[in-house]
């Protein structure tokens, strides 16, 4: 659907605006009573979440591409039906944020809040990556939090073992007085060492590279932003993984489309299934996997 016929069917006046940021590249904004927020149609990508009176909640690199097949750098990508690399497939991270998801519906709730729905299903491009039929339904609510819940149906005849990740690039102030708390006494796979297995036993600092899935892990986690004075909270549902990533100095200037010294406002803490935490789906069957993300002085 081109751009303008989207924005005559779901614009909302005032709070619900269809643009291009680039040639063919439709973005959704939202401005309501809780915050502003942007979600692309290419990968139901969340580029943006700011609540009112906040700063950002999410990070995008300033050098991201808004084109097809390439994910944006930042915001919320989806890593489906694969998280990382996969031994008989190329996508890294899956291929359901590398294309143009449909968008189902938008609605204004009675407390301002916004709903969108958006939903992929499996075509000609994605059998022949990955032979399988598939239909996939993101919901978001944009208000006081910003809730992400991404439903995933096997419609093959045969059980699928699906990983996946809401691969979540938050904004902090400055990485060096950044900490995430929730993951102390659990074990994860470090992607920098063979991903050999090893324990977290205190709050996470951030002085080089870090690249972890912590496993069998279900409890609220939370970014405390010691210079903005502020904790980002992330309440799970149906995830037993989380991806903790910063590439540091060295990976961050290798990738083209990250900006310079970015890797100082941002951290990836990412809600997930991964590794032995993976989700077998069975013929015809579901799963929902999500997040509420929310922001609290750091203070309370
Ligand atoms: C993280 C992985 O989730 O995503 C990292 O743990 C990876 O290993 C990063 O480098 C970025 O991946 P991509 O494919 O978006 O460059």
């Not at 991270?93 to 958006?118: C, K, M, P, Y």
């Not at 708390?181 to 036993?201: H, K, N, S, V, W």
């Amino acid at each position: 659907m081109k751009t303008a016929e989207l924005a005559r069917r779901f614009a909302i006046d005032k709070r619900v605006r269809i643009r291009e940021v680039s040639p063919h590249y439709p973005i959704i904004e939202i401005n309501n009573a809780h915050a502003t927020a942007s979600i692309a149609l290419h990968g139901a990508q969340i580029l943006r979440y700011q609540p009112r009176g906040q700063a950002p909640v999410l990070w995008v690199s300033k050098d991201a591409v808004y084109a097809e097949g390439k994910s944006v750098r930042g915001g919320v990508p989806i890593c489906w039906p694969w998280f990382g690399a996969h031994p008989a497939h190329k996508a890294s991270h899956g291929f359901v944020r590398n294309g143009f998801w449909r968008l189902r519906s938008i609605a204004q709730l009675a407390d301002d809040s916004t709903e969108i729905v958006l939903s992929l299903e499996d075509d000609e491009r994605s059998r022949s990556l990955w032979p399988v039929s598939f239909a996939l339904e993101l919901r978001v609510l944009v208000a006081q939090s910003l809730s992400l819940s991404l439903t995933m149906t096997n419609r093959s005849e045969i059980p699928q073992t699906i990983t996946a990740a809401l691969h979540s690039y938050f904004y902090v102030g400055d990485i060096a007085s950044t900490a995430v708390l929730g993951l102390e006494q659990i074990e994860y796979l470090d992607a920098l060492q063979d991903f050999q297995r090893f324990t977290q036993f205190n709050e996470i600092r951030f002085d080089a590279e870090l690249d972890r899935i912590y496993e069998h892990c279900s409890a609220d986690e939370w970014i405390h932003d010691e210079l903005l004075g502020r904790r980002i909270r992330l309440q799970k549902t149906n995830s037993r993984s989380t991806v903790v990533w910063n590439p540091w100095i060295k990976k961050s200037a290798s990738m083209s489309d990250f900006e310079a010294g970015g890797y100082r406002h941002m951290v990836c803490v990412e809600t997930g299934n991964i590794a032995s935490d993976a989700v077998d789906l069975a013929p015809g069957g579901s799963h929902t996997l999500g997040v509420d993300i929310s922001v609290e002085a750091l203070s309370s």
